[in-house]
Protein backbone atom coordinates (compact mmCIF):
# COMPACT_ATOMS: atom_id res chain seq x y z
CA UNK A 1 0.00 0.00 0.00
CA UNK A 2 2.74 2.00 0.71
CA UNK A 3 4.43 1.53 -2.18
CA UNK A 4 1.63 2.52 -4.40
CA UNK A 5 1.40 6.09 -3.33
CA UNK A 6 5.26 7.06 -3.25
CA UNK A 7 5.78 10.78 -4.71
CA UNK A 8 6.48 9.47 -7.86
CA UNK A 9 3.89 7.31 -8.54
CA UNK A 10 1.82 10.20 -7.54
CA UNK A 11 2.64 12.17 -10.54
CA UNK A 12 2.57 9.29 -12.76
CA UNK A 13 -1.03 9.18 -12.50
CA UNK A 14 -1.51 12.61 -13.94
CA UNK A 15 -1.75 11.82 -17.46
CA UNK A 16 -0.96 15.75 -18.36
CA UNK A 17 2.21 15.33 -16.01
CA UNK A 18 3.15 12.23 -18.55
CA UNK A 19 2.52 14.53 -21.72
CA UNK A 20 4.64 17.67 -20.23
CA UNK A 21 7.35 15.29 -19.01
CA UNK A 22 7.32 13.50 -22.39
CA UNK A 23 7.96 16.89 -23.70
CA UNK A 24 10.71 17.83 -22.07
CA UNK A 25 12.13 15.19 -22.72
CA UNK A 26 11.50 15.48 -26.72
CA UNK A 27 13.26 18.93 -25.66
CA UNK A 28 16.24 17.87 -24.13
CA UNK A 29 16.60 15.24 -26.81
CA UNK A 30 16.33 17.81 -29.62
CA UNK A 31 18.82 19.98 -27.95
CA UNK A 32 21.52 17.02 -27.53
CA UNK A 33 20.93 16.14 -30.97
CA UNK A 34 21.66 19.75 -32.00
CA UNK A 35 24.59 19.50 -30.43
CA UNK A 36 25.95 16.16 -32.00
CA UNK A 37 25.44 18.04 -35.30
CA UNK A 38 27.35 20.90 -33.88
CA UNK A 39 30.28 18.40 -33.02
CA UNK A 40 30.10 16.83 -35.70
CA UNK A 41 30.40 19.61 -38.10
CA UNK A 42 33.27 21.37 -36.73
CA UNK A 43 35.22 17.88 -37.12
CA UNK A 44 34.02 18.19 -41.16
CA UNK A 45 34.53 14.13 -41.68
CA UNK A 46 31.16 11.19 -41.17
CA UNK A 47 33.23 8.28 -40.72
CA UNK A 48 33.11 6.76 -44.92
CA UNK A 49 36.56 5.31 -43.51
CA UNK A 50 34.80 3.50 -40.54
CA UNK A 51 32.20 1.43 -42.81
CA UNK A 52 33.30 -2.38 -42.74
CA UNK A 53 35.14 -2.91 -46.58
CA UNK A 54 31.81 -5.38 -47.33
CA UNK A 55 29.66 -2.42 -46.84
CA UNK A 56 31.95 -0.60 -49.39
CA UNK A 57 32.80 -3.27 -52.00
CA UNK A 58 29.92 -5.11 -52.26
CA UNK A 59 26.61 -3.07 -52.11
CA UNK A 60 27.09 -0.30 -53.92
CA UNK A 61 29.15 0.80 -56.49
CA UNK A 62 29.49 4.32 -57.73
CA UNK A 63 31.11 5.99 -60.97
CA UNK A 64 31.06 8.40 -63.48
CA UNK A 65 30.57 11.27 -60.62
CA UNK A 66 30.68 14.53 -60.88
CA UNK A 67 30.22 17.63 -59.31
CA UNK A 68 29.21 20.80 -60.98
CA UNK A 69 31.51 22.88 -58.89
CA UNK A 70 34.13 23.06 -56.08
CA UNK A 71 33.97 27.11 -55.09
CA UNK A 72 31.06 27.78 -54.35
CA UNK A 73 28.92 30.90 -52.56
CA UNK A 74 25.69 31.03 -50.07
CA UNK A 75 23.08 30.34 -52.34
CA UNK A 76 24.81 28.95 -55.40
CA UNK A 77 23.87 25.33 -57.05
CA UNK A 78 25.91 22.46 -56.78
CA UNK A 79 24.94 19.79 -59.18
CA UNK A 80 26.30 16.01 -58.12
CA UNK A 81 25.51 13.61 -60.87
CA UNK A 82 26.64 10.04 -61.73
CA UNK A 83 25.86 6.38 -62.05
CA UNK A 84 25.02 3.82 -58.82
CA UNK A 85 24.97 -0.04 -59.46
CA UNK A 86 23.58 -2.10 -57.08
CA UNK A 87 26.14 -4.78 -56.37
CA UNK A 88 25.17 -8.59 -57.96
CA UNK A 89 27.27 -10.43 -54.87
CA UNK A 90 25.18 -8.27 -52.06
CA UNK A 91 26.39 -9.43 -48.65
CA UNK A 92 24.15 -12.26 -47.01
CA UNK A 93 24.26 -10.55 -43.78
CA UNK A 94 22.85 -7.29 -45.35
CA UNK A 95 18.78 -6.63 -46.34
CA UNK A 96 18.95 -6.11 -50.10
CA UNK A 97 17.80 -2.37 -51.25
CA UNK A 98 14.35 -2.72 -51.54
CA UNK A 99 13.72 0.19 -50.27
CA UNK A 100 16.83 3.19 -50.26
CA UNK A 101 16.31 6.94 -50.51
CA UNK A 102 19.02 9.08 -52.21
CA UNK A 103 20.51 11.79 -50.31
CA UNK A 104 23.97 13.44 -49.51
CA UNK A 105 26.22 12.69 -47.25
CA UNK A 106 28.25 15.74 -45.23
CA UNK A 107 28.92 17.54 -42.14
CA UNK A 108 25.20 18.20 -41.54
CA UNK A 109 22.40 20.37 -43.37
CA UNK A 110 25.35 22.90 -45.29
CA UNK A 111 23.71 22.16 -48.26
CA UNK A 112 19.79 22.42 -48.75
CA UNK A 113 18.78 19.73 -51.12
CA UNK A 114 16.44 20.91 -53.70
CA UNK A 115 16.27 17.66 -56.37
CA UNK A 116 16.77 14.83 -57.04
CA UNK A 117 16.47 12.36 -59.71
CA UNK A 118 17.21 8.76 -60.72
CA UNK A 119 16.85 7.78 -63.75
CA UNK A 120 15.54 11.29 -64.53
CA UNK A 121 12.26 10.64 -62.33
CA UNK A 122 12.10 13.02 -59.16
CA UNK A 123 13.01 10.61 -55.77
CA UNK A 124 10.98 12.77 -53.36
CA UNK A 125 10.05 9.28 -51.99
CA UNK A 126 12.28 5.70 -51.83
CA UNK A 127 12.40 3.89 -54.56
CA UNK A 128 13.85 -0.07 -54.83
CA UNK A 129 16.76 -1.06 -56.75
CA UNK A 130 17.76 -4.48 -59.07
CA UNK A 131 20.79 -5.91 -57.45
CA UNK A 132 22.99 -6.02 -60.46
CA UNK A 133 21.25 -2.90 -62.25
CA UNK A 134 22.21 0.63 -63.57
CA UNK A 135 20.94 3.77 -62.30
CA UNK A 136 21.64 7.68 -63.13
CA UNK A 137 21.33 9.75 -60.77
CA UNK A 138 21.33 13.96 -60.48
CA UNK A 139 21.11 15.99 -56.99
CA UNK A 140 20.75 19.48 -57.14
CA UNK A 141 21.95 21.17 -54.06
CA UNK A 142 22.45 24.96 -52.42
CA UNK A 143 25.07 26.43 -50.92
CA UNK A 144 23.94 26.85 -47.40
CA UNK A 145 26.94 27.34 -44.50
CA UNK A 146 29.94 29.10 -45.38
CA UNK A 147 32.61 26.77 -44.87
CA UNK A 148 34.65 23.66 -46.72
CA UNK A 149 32.84 20.29 -46.97
CA UNK A 150 33.13 16.65 -48.25
CA UNK A 151 29.98 16.07 -49.82
CA UNK A 152 28.90 12.67 -51.27
CA UNK A 153 25.91 11.50 -52.63
CA UNK A 154 24.92 8.62 -50.57
CA UNK A 155 21.88 6.03 -50.25
CA UNK A 156 20.33 5.08 -47.49
CA UNK A 157 19.12 1.77 -47.61
CA UNK A 158 16.73 0.32 -45.56
CA UNK A 159 17.95 -2.52 -43.21
CA UNK A 160 21.53 -1.54 -44.16
CA UNK A 161 22.42 2.12 -43.19
CA UNK A 162 23.83 5.10 -45.45
CA UNK A 163 26.23 4.02 -47.80
CA UNK A 164 28.32 6.56 -49.44
CA UNK A 165 29.50 6.87 -52.62
CA UNK A 166 32.78 9.31 -53.73
CA UNK A 167 33.19 12.83 -51.73
CA UNK A 168 34.59 16.04 -53.32
CA UNK A 169 36.02 18.52 -50.90
CA UNK A 170 33.49 21.85 -51.92
CA UNK A 171 34.27 25.48 -50.35
CA UNK A 172 31.23 27.28 -49.39
CA UNK A 173 32.09 31.53 -49.14
CA UNK A 174 30.27 34.44 -47.80
CA UNK A 175 27.16 34.45 -44.92
CA UNK A 176 24.73 32.27 -43.75
CA UNK A 177 22.56 35.61 -43.18
CA UNK A 178 22.73 35.44 -47.08
CA UNK A 179 20.90 32.28 -47.19
CA UNK A 180 17.78 32.65 -48.91
CA UNK A 181 15.11 29.30 -50.37
CA UNK A 182 12.19 30.96 -52.01
CA UNK A 183 9.39 28.63 -53.08
CA UNK A 184 5.90 28.27 -54.67
CA UNK A 185 3.34 26.71 -52.76
CA UNK A 186 0.52 24.21 -54.95
CA UNK A 187 -1.85 27.12 -53.82
CA UNK A 188 0.15 29.70 -55.44
CA UNK A 189 1.53 31.08 -52.10
CA UNK A 190 5.35 32.21 -52.48
CA UNK A 191 7.30 31.71 -49.99
CA UNK A 192 10.05 33.90 -49.97
CA UNK A 193 12.95 31.80 -47.95
CA UNK A 194 11.82 28.51 -46.54
CA UNK A 195 14.48 28.54 -44.31
CA UNK A 196 12.71 30.91 -42.26
CA UNK A 197 9.51 30.28 -43.01
CA UNK A 198 6.62 29.94 -39.92
CA UNK A 199 9.58 30.24 -37.40
CA UNK A 200 8.56 32.52 -35.40
CA UNK A 201 4.79 30.06 -35.14
CA UNK A 202 7.53 27.56 -33.90
CA UNK A 203 8.66 29.29 -31.46
CA UNK A 204 6.06 30.42 -30.07
CA UNK A 205 4.60 26.96 -29.48
CA UNK A 206 8.01 25.36 -28.27
CA UNK A 207 8.68 28.88 -25.65
CA UNK A 208 4.46 28.13 -24.76
CA UNK A 209 5.18 24.46 -23.94
CA UNK A 210 8.66 24.91 -21.95
CA UNK A 211 7.08 27.44 -20.32
CA UNK A 212 4.05 25.32 -18.78
CA UNK A 213 6.17 22.93 -18.35
CA UNK A 214 8.60 24.46 -16.49
CA UNK A 215 5.83 26.18 -14.48
CA UNK A 216 4.62 22.58 -13.46
CA UNK A 217 8.18 21.52 -12.31
CA UNK A 218 8.76 24.51 -10.34
CA UNK A 219 5.35 24.20 -8.74
CA UNK A 220 6.69 21.04 -7.89
CA UNK A 221 10.24 22.16 -6.77
CA UNK A 222 9.74 25.01 -4.47
CA UNK A 223 8.51 22.33 -1.33
CA UNK A 224 10.72 20.10 1.23
CA UNK A 225 11.10 17.10 -1.68
CA UNK A 226 12.41 13.59 -0.79
CA UNK A 227 12.88 12.79 2.98
CA UNK A 228 10.32 14.97 4.12
CA UNK A 229 7.86 13.40 2.10
CA UNK A 230 8.90 10.24 2.05
CA UNK A 231 8.48 10.45 6.40
CA UNK A 232 5.25 11.59 5.96
CA UNK A 233 4.19 8.61 3.80
CA UNK A 234 6.05 6.83 6.11
CA UNK A 235 3.72 8.13 9.22
CA UNK A 236 0.81 7.48 6.83
CA UNK A 237 -0.01 11.13 6.52
CA UNK A 238 -0.45 11.21 2.31
CA UNK A 239 -3.05 13.82 2.95
CA UNK A 240 -0.49 16.59 3.55
CA UNK A 241 1.26 15.79 0.62
CA UNK A 242 -0.81 17.32 -1.70
CA UNK A 243 -2.92 20.51 -1.33
CA UNK A 244 -6.24 21.61 -2.47
CA UNK A 245 -3.99 24.29 -4.25
CA UNK A 246 -2.25 21.25 -6.22
CA UNK A 247 -5.61 19.89 -7.09
CA UNK A 248 -6.23 23.42 -8.82
CA UNK A 249 -3.11 23.91 -10.19
CA UNK A 250 -3.26 20.39 -12.14
CA UNK A 251 -6.96 20.66 -12.72
CA UNK A 252 -6.13 23.79 -14.33
CA UNK A 253 -3.20 22.94 -16.49
CA UNK A 254 -5.01 19.86 -17.58
CA UNK A 255 -7.64 21.50 -19.08
CA UNK A 256 -5.25 24.41 -20.71
CA UNK A 257 -3.56 21.65 -21.95
CA UNK A 258 -6.54 19.91 -23.67
CA UNK A 259 -7.92 23.73 -24.64
CA UNK A 260 -4.38 24.65 -26.15
CA UNK A 261 -4.15 21.30 -28.32
CA UNK A 262 -7.38 21.59 -29.38
CA UNK A 263 -7.29 25.53 -30.02
CA UNK A 264 -3.94 25.32 -31.64
CA UNK A 265 -4.99 22.47 -34.14
CA UNK A 266 -8.14 24.66 -35.10
CA UNK A 267 -5.93 27.94 -35.31
CA UNK A 268 -3.16 26.08 -37.65
CA UNK A 269 -6.28 24.37 -40.02
CA UNK A 270 -8.06 27.83 -40.56
CA UNK A 271 -4.26 29.48 -41.11
CA UNK A 272 -3.38 26.74 -43.19
CA UNK A 273 -6.91 25.47 -45.09
CA UNK A 274 -4.76 23.10 -47.84
CA UNK A 275 -2.01 21.00 -46.91
CA UNK A 276 -0.74 17.75 -48.43
CA UNK A 277 0.85 15.33 -45.54
CA UNK A 278 4.04 14.16 -45.88
CA UNK A 279 4.27 11.46 -49.13
CA UNK A 280 5.34 8.12 -47.38
CA UNK A 281 4.67 6.15 -50.30
CA UNK A 282 7.46 4.42 -52.59
CA UNK A 283 8.27 5.85 -55.95
CA UNK A 284 9.26 2.63 -59.01
CA UNK A 285 12.21 3.25 -60.94
CA UNK A 286 13.42 1.59 -63.44
CA UNK A 287 16.90 0.41 -63.78
CA UNK A 288 18.68 1.43 -67.00
CA UNK A 289 18.33 -0.79 -70.28
CA UNK A 290 20.66 -3.67 -69.20
CA UNK A 291 23.90 -3.85 -71.64
CA UNK A 292 25.56 -6.89 -73.00
CA UNK A 293 27.76 -8.09 -70.92
CA UNK A 294 30.87 -7.96 -73.46
CA UNK A 295 33.49 -9.74 -70.81
CA UNK A 296 32.56 -12.55 -68.51
CA UNK A 297 35.12 -12.47 -65.39
CA UNK A 298 35.96 -15.38 -63.25
CA UNK A 299 38.21 -14.92 -60.26
CA UNK A 300 40.76 -17.36 -59.87
CA UNK A 301 42.39 -16.13 -57.30
CA UNK A 302 42.37 -13.19 -55.26
CA UNK A 303 45.12 -12.12 -52.61
CA UNK A 304 45.41 -9.05 -50.00
CA UNK A 305 49.27 -9.08 -49.10
CA UNK A 306 49.19 -7.26 -45.92
CA UNK A 307 52.19 -5.46 -45.56
CA UNK A 308 52.81 -4.90 -49.15
CA UNK A 309 49.37 -3.32 -49.22
CA UNK A 310 48.58 -4.78 -52.24
CA UNK A 311 45.58 -6.31 -54.05
CA UNK A 312 46.35 -8.84 -56.59
CA UNK A 313 43.77 -10.72 -58.58
CA UNK A 314 44.01 -13.11 -61.22
CA UNK A 315 41.24 -12.99 -63.55
CA UNK A 316 39.78 -15.26 -66.30
CA UNK A 317 38.37 -12.67 -68.51
CA UNK A 318 36.06 -14.39 -71.80
CA UNK A 319 35.50 -11.56 -74.43
CA UNK A 320 32.10 -12.13 -75.55
CA UNK A 321 32.41 -8.95 -77.67
CA UNK A 322 33.50 -8.37 -81.35
CA UNK A 323 36.09 -5.71 -80.29
CA UNK A 324 39.44 -5.73 -79.20
CA UNK A 325 39.33 -4.86 -75.83
CA UNK A 326 42.08 -3.61 -72.85
CA UNK A 327 41.55 -3.55 -68.83
CA UNK A 328 41.60 0.29 -67.82
CA UNK A 329 40.12 0.33 -64.18
CA UNK A 330 39.26 -1.51 -61.34
CA UNK A 331 37.02 0.38 -59.50
CA UNK A 332 35.61 -0.77 -55.71
CA UNK A 333 34.90 0.83 -52.46
CA UNK A 334 34.92 4.26 -54.23
CA UNK A 335 38.52 4.09 -55.17
CA UNK A 336 39.99 4.18 -58.80
CA UNK A 337 42.42 1.89 -59.86
CA UNK A 338 43.26 2.87 -63.03
CA UNK A 339 45.54 1.61 -65.89
CA UNK A 340 47.89 4.29 -66.61
CA UNK A 341 48.97 2.05 -69.89
CA UNK A 342 45.93 2.86 -71.32
CA UNK A 343 44.73 6.02 -72.94
CA UNK A 344 41.52 5.79 -72.84
CA UNK A 345 40.49 4.91 -69.32
CA UNK A 346 43.12 7.40 -68.64
CA UNK A 347 41.10 10.14 -70.47
CA UNK A 348 37.84 8.62 -68.35
CA UNK A 349 39.54 10.43 -64.98
CA UNK A 350 38.59 14.24 -65.35
CA UNK A 351 40.96 16.64 -63.97
CA UNK A 352 39.21 17.89 -61.25
CA UNK A 353 38.29 14.73 -60.55
CA UNK A 354 38.97 13.88 -56.62
CA UNK A 355 42.71 12.86 -56.51
CA UNK A 356 42.40 11.54 -53.15
CA UNK A 357 40.49 8.44 -54.59
CA UNK A 358 42.67 7.91 -57.41
CA UNK A 359 45.94 5.87 -56.04
CA UNK A 360 48.57 6.79 -57.66
CA UNK A 361 50.31 3.90 -58.56
CA UNK A 362 47.12 2.91 -60.25
CA UNK A 363 46.53 -0.57 -61.73
CA UNK A 364 49.64 -2.46 -62.69
CA UNK A 365 48.29 -5.15 -65.68
CA UNK A 366 50.84 -8.06 -66.13
CA UNK A 367 51.52 -8.60 -69.67
CA UNK A 368 48.54 -6.27 -70.17
CA UNK A 369 47.65 -7.94 -73.90
CA UNK A 370 44.86 -7.10 -75.66
CA UNK A 371 41.90 -9.41 -75.59
CA UNK A 372 40.81 -10.34 -79.13
CA UNK A 373 37.34 -11.21 -80.40
CA UNK A 374 35.54 -14.52 -78.53
CA UNK A 375 39.18 -15.17 -76.50
CA UNK A 376 39.49 -16.37 -72.98
CA UNK A 377 43.08 -15.68 -71.06
CA UNK A 378 44.86 -15.23 -67.83
CA UNK A 379 45.34 -11.92 -66.32
CA UNK A 380 46.73 -10.38 -63.25
CA UNK A 381 46.08 -6.98 -61.94
CA UNK A 382 47.90 -5.67 -59.27
CA UNK A 383 46.42 -2.41 -57.51
CA UNK A 384 49.05 -1.77 -54.82
CA UNK A 385 48.51 1.39 -52.38
CA UNK A 386 49.25 2.66 -48.96
CA UNK A 387 45.28 3.96 -49.71
CA UNK A 388 44.13 0.15 -48.03
CA UNK A 389 45.61 0.93 -45.02
CA UNK A 390 44.23 4.77 -44.96
CA UNK A 391 41.03 3.97 -46.29
CA UNK A 392 41.12 1.08 -43.74
CA UNK A 393 40.08 -1.42 -46.59
CA UNK A 394 42.66 -3.48 -45.12
CA UNK A 395 40.35 -4.62 -42.77
CA UNK A 396 38.79 -7.30 -44.88
CA UNK A 397 41.07 -9.59 -43.71
CA UNK A 398 39.40 -9.31 -40.27
CA UNK A 399 36.03 -9.76 -42.39
CA UNK A 400 34.05 -13.45 -41.14
CA UNK A 401 33.21 -13.72 -45.05
CA UNK A 402 36.22 -13.05 -46.61
CA UNK A 403 34.95 -11.78 -50.24
CA UNK A 404 35.78 -8.64 -52.54
CA UNK A 405 33.99 -7.20 -54.83
CA UNK A 406 34.67 -4.19 -58.11
CA UNK A 407 33.99 -3.58 -61.35
CA UNK A 408 36.00 -3.67 -64.03
CA UNK A 409 36.09 -1.55 -66.88
CA UNK A 410 37.27 -2.77 -70.56
CA UNK A 411 37.66 -0.44 -73.42
CA UNK A 412 37.99 -1.24 -76.92
CA UNK A 413 39.92 0.73 -79.94
CA UNK A 414 37.21 3.27 -80.06
CA UNK A 415 37.63 4.52 -76.30
CA UNK A 416 33.87 2.42 -75.36
CA UNK A 417 34.14 1.25 -71.98
CA UNK A 418 32.64 -1.98 -71.18
CA UNK A 419 31.71 -2.54 -67.49
CA UNK A 420 32.02 -6.15 -66.14
CA UNK A 421 31.18 -6.76 -62.55
CA UNK A 422 33.88 -8.96 -60.72
CA UNK A 423 33.38 -10.99 -57.18
CA UNK A 424 34.87 -13.75 -55.36
CA UNK A 425 36.66 -15.24 -52.26
CA UNK A 426 40.29 -13.18 -51.12
CA UNK A 427 42.67 -14.98 -49.25
CA UNK A 428 45.18 -12.37 -47.16
CA UNK A 429 48.94 -13.23 -46.58
CA UNK A 430 50.85 -12.29 -43.99
CA UNK A 431 54.24 -12.99 -45.96
CA UNK A 432 55.83 -13.80 -48.95
CA UNK A 433 52.71 -12.91 -51.47
CA UNK A 434 54.16 -13.27 -54.43
CA UNK A 435 55.47 -16.63 -54.54
CA UNK A 436 51.96 -17.89 -55.06
CA UNK A 437 51.29 -15.51 -58.37
CU1 LIG B 1 33.66 12.51 -46.88
Known sequence: MMKNSTPSDRTNSKPWSILIAGMKAATVALSL???????????????????????????????????SASKLKVNDELVVTGRVRAFEDWPNNLPHPMSVFLSTAGPGSVMAKKESYVNEMPVLQSFGMVNGREYEFK???????????????????????????????????????DFVYPLKTLTGETIPNLATYGMGTVLAWQGLWGFIALAWMLWWLRRPLLMPRHLALLRGREDLLITKADKVV?????????????????WAEKKYPMTLPLQGGRAVVDPLPEAARSVDVKVVRAVYDVPGRSMRMTLELKNNSDNVLTVGEFTTANLRFVNKANSAAMAAVPADYPSDIVPRSGLVVEGDKPLAPG?????????TDAIWELERLSALITDPDNRFGGLLFLYDDKGTRHISPVYGAIVPHFTDANSHF
Not at 45 to 65: K, S
Not at 250 to 266: K, P, Q
Not at 375 to 383: G, Y
Open 250 to 266: AGVIAVGTIALVYGGAH
Open 33 to 67: AAGVVGLASSAQAHGERNQEPFLRMRTLHWYDLKW
Open 139 to 177: LVLQARYPGRYHIHPSLLVNGAGPLAGPGSWVEVSGSVD
Open 375 to 383: ETARVTLDA
